[in-house]
């Protein structure tokens, strides 16, 4: 157990809906990172997070947002969604003195129909 | 971007160590050489990094060439739990005002045989 949770385990959707994915760090971790994994693409870096204020962007779609709130949880919005978004989505924590370590929780299956 | 080069796939005898070469032929002064690894659909797990010298801890020990261009990741007695994708990264290290996200390549399928 890595002390990151992330709800739904499981989500199923369809077409041109939007979804929202939670995650909470382990305590104390003031950095968010979110991951998607797709078949076809591998483990993609989308957007991190730190104490509350966007710190990098990736390969994050513009129909897909995200924000981290006071308390550092960490929520990521996927709209208008696609057959492609289907994918297991990532979220990892670090401690700002401990960074490379990211520690990664369960993730979220969502399947797009 | 990946900057790395790792075998697609390694089988590796239960029990025996698994050696695992990366090769990072540009990787600059600042960058360190991390290891990741991700068991079946499970998120991913930090095992080790180093920057020049070798490093060990309780899960594995990290061997980087003496001009940083090539390193292995040591798994001294591979356990059936250890069948995995194993990730080797670079990146500076530290906080930094860009980022710290990893870029995952594609990795080593790593299988321990019975």
């Known amino acids: 157990d890595s002390g990151v949770t992330q709800t739904p385990k499981h989500l199923i959707t369809a077409t041109g809906q939007r979804v929202t994915l939670r995650c909470s760090p382990r305590?104390?971790?003031?950095?968010v990172y979110w991951y998607q994994q797709s078949l076809d693409q591998g483990l993609q870096f989308l957007i991190q997070?730190?104490?509350?204020?966007?710190?990098a962007k990736g390969n994050i779609l513009e129909r897909f947002s995200a924000q981290q709130f006071p308390d550092l949880h960490s929520e990521l919005n996927l709209s208008s969604l696609e057959l492609g978004d289907s994918a297991l989505y990532f979220c990892a924590s670090s401690a700002r003195t401990r960074e490379e370590t990211q520690y990664f929780g369960p993730g979220t299956r969502l399947l797009v129909l | 971007d990946a900057k790395t080069t790792q075998p697609t796939s390694m089988d590796c005898a239960e029990g025996r160590a698994a050696n695992l070469p990366c090769n990072h032929s540009?990787?600059?002064?600042?960058?360190?050489v991390y290891w990741y690894r991700q068991i079946h659909s499970q998120g991913p797990q930090y095992i080790i990094h180093g920057l020049k010298n070798n490093e060990t801890n309780e899960m594995a020990s990290l061997i980087i060439t003496e001009d940083r261009k090539s390193s292995t990741l040591i798994l001294p007695h591979a356990t059936l739990r250890d069948t995995a994708v194993y990730y080797c990264i670079v990146r500076p290290a530290g906080l930094s005002n860009t980022g710290n996200q990893f870029y995952f390549g594609t990795g080593t399928s790593l299988t321990v045989i019975p």
């Open positions: 997070y730190y104490n509350g204020e966007e710190r």
């Open positions: 540009t990787i600059s002064g600042n960058e360190y």
């Open positions: 305590s104390g971790d003031l950095s």
